[in-house]
């Protein structure tokens, strides 16, 4: 679990973590006083894809005066963010402003810009279901289609016994952000292709009407 000093911030952390982690984290951060709900100094910037734009709107949050005597507080929770809206992002955290304080949520630490990440005090939020994930992706890759198969029809399953799509969506999104890493670190077997198939899957799992299991069965014949 994470651990904050409220009188001792950073200008900026970035939180290693799965996306479901934000509700945990908003609930923690009201244990040490910051409040999330109805503060005017408190901005939650929630998305898939972290564009220029939102970039922009952090930037023009951070410019506002806060309300007096109290700190401004950014939480971004984000499953990618291009190398232009990282350069973006960038030129914000390089003009710091004194009681504005940044919170970095994302699983996809490892596609950022050197230059970005020295920007953040770093934390691993790693659990147990995390653990459990990275198993569960590494025996995905190693197994044949036919278990890779199986193992999809099997997670189905479990989600629809808890008539949760939206936790699926969740599940998934974390299990193609795991994938993905663990694919890019193996620089012998990679190739472009899978790269561009997980991306596909990841833009087209949240759209109204997208069967998640046709998505990840693609996923699994392919790469």
Do not use: C
Not at 42 to 48: G, P, S, V
């Amino acid at each position: 679990m994470i651990t904050l000093d409220k009188n001792n911030l950073h200008h900026a952390y970035l939180i290693k973590t799965d996306t479901g982690f934000l509700d945990e984290f908003l609930n923690y951060l009201e244990t040490i006083d910051i409040h999330t709900k109805g503060n005017p100094n408190f901005n939650l910037i929630q998305t898939d894809n972290f564009s220029i734009d939102d970039a922009r709107d952090v930037k023009a949050f951070q410019g506002e005066l806060a309300s007096t005597g109290s700190e401004k507080i950014i939480v971004i929770v984000a499953n990618y963010i291009s190398h232009y809206a990282q350069h973006a992002l960038l030129k914000v955290l390089e003009d710091p402003k004194d009681g504005v304080h940044f919170f970095f949520l994302t699983p996809q630490t490892h596609i950022l810009l050197d230059t970005l990440k020295s920007r953040f005090s770093i934390i691993e939020n790693k659990d147990n279901k995390t653990e459990n994930l990275e198993k569960e992706v590494s025996t995905f890759i190693k197994n044949s289609k036919e278990d890779r198969l199986a193992f999809i029809d099997k997670t189905i399953k479990k989600f629809e016994k808890e008539e949760s799509s939206a936790l699926l969506k969740d599940y998934s999104l974390n299990f193609l952000n795991h994938l993905e890493k663990e694919l890019s670190l193996k620089r012998e077997d990679r190739k472009p292709e899978d790269f561009e198939i997980i991306w596909r899957t990841k833009d087209y799992i949240n759209d109204q009407g997208a069967s998640v299991k046709n998505l990840l069965e693609n996923v699994a014949l392919s790469i």
